[in-house]
T-cell receptor
Framework: DTGVSQNPRHKITKRGQNVTFRCDPI?????LYWYRQTLGQGPEFLTY????????KSRLLSDRFSAERPKGSFSTLEIQRTEQGDSAMYLC???????????FGPGTRLTVT | KNQVEQSPQSLIILEGKNCTLQCNYTVSPFSNLRWYKQDTGRGPVSLTIMTFSENTKSNGRYTATLDADTKQSSLHITASQLSDSASYICVVSALGSGAGSYQLTFGKGTKLSVIP
């Protein structure tokens, strides 16, 4: 499968715990994006990378959130001290240069209890 | 503020019928408009992408139109199938102010249900 993959697909955690999600983009794509999506809403932009550089972060990305893309390939999104409001689907997407189409992964559904 | 409004919020149609979904935007300066299909519990999948100079683009039974003057787009689905049941999201891209700028505005989507 050469699409965008995300792991895990589902995560249930208790409030206050830390969680980390992984995204593997399409191999030739240099841009990688993270979004959050709650029920009935469109995806909300969190951050994006061009190669290993994190070029932009949304104000939604509080200091409890951190994203990395150390070698310009896969990326991780960590949420520290999770809160119930963090419960959402976390989507990763990748694209090539310019205004190319973004290809989304299947998402990681986080439930904070 | 850049905004994308979609209508209707939800729609139920009979299998085999046609339908049209609407998208109005206030994104400026406009770069391109995309329609995505999102099945429940899955990531969005691109259907079409249109730039300023394109008025219509088709992808199988899906036809998107764009009126850049009125800032409106529509997605027309012909001969609907049960598998068309999904959320359809309109996404508008603005021209960025720099190489690192990111300017995508997502609509909330239209939830389409096709029933037998």
């Amino acid at each position: 499968d050469t699409g965008v993959s995300q792991n895990p697909r589902h995560k249930i955690t208790k409030r206050g715990q830390n969680v980390t999600f992984r995204c593997d983009p399409i191999s030739e794509h240099n841009r990688l994006y993270w979004y959050r999506q709650t029920l009935g809403q469109g995806p909300e932009f969190l951050t994006y990378f061009q190669n290993e550089a994190q070029l932009e972060k949304s104000r939604l990305l509080s200091d409890r959130f951190s994203a990395e893309r150390p070698k310009g390939s896969f990326s991780t999104l960590e949420i520290q001290r999770t809160e119930q409001g963090d419960s959402a689907m976390y989507l990763c997407a990748s694209s090539g240069q310019g205004y190319a189409v973004q290809y989304f992964g299947p998402g990681t559904r986080l439930t904070v209890t | 503020k850049n905004q994308v409004e979609q209508s209707p919020q939800s729609l139920i149609i009979l299998e085999g019928k046609n339908c049209t979904l609407q998208c109005n935007y206030t994104v400026s300066p406009f770069s391109n408009l995309r329609w995505y299909k999102q099945d429940t519990g899955r990531g969005p999948v691109s259907l079409t992408i249109m730039t300023f100079s394109e008025n219509t683009k088709s992808n199988g039974r899906y036809t998107a139109t764009l009126d850049a003057d009125t800032k409106q787009s529509s997605l027309h689905i012909t001969a609907s199938q049960l598998s068309d049941s999904a959320s359809y999201i309109c996404v508008v891209s603005a021209l960025g102010s720099g190489a690192g700028s990111y300017q995508l505005t997502f609509g909330k989507g239209t939830k389409l249900s096709v029933i037998p």
